[in-house]
């Protein structure tokens, strides 16, 4: 997995999150705009998992 696949999937998941929440408030859907809220949420630490990751060094480069 390239170094930075966790900001770049954690940027995904959040865009998608938003997505899905401004859906749910537009249609009325309360549990769809809650899933959303929380699917950003989680693409948030993973992307700041990312950027830890690459501070640190990579974490895991050169091992497979």
Known sequence: MPQDADKYKG?????TGKM???????TGNR???ASGKS?????K??????KAKEKL???RRGMR
């Open 45 to 50: 630490a993973q992307e700041m998992f990312g």
């Open 11 to 15: 940027r995904g998941k959040q865009a």
């Open 31 to 33: 549990r769809t705009e």
């Open 20 to 26: 899905k929440e401004t859906a749910g408030k537009i």
């Open 39 to 43: 699917q950003s949420a989680k693409g």
């Open 57 to 59: 060094g990579g974490g």
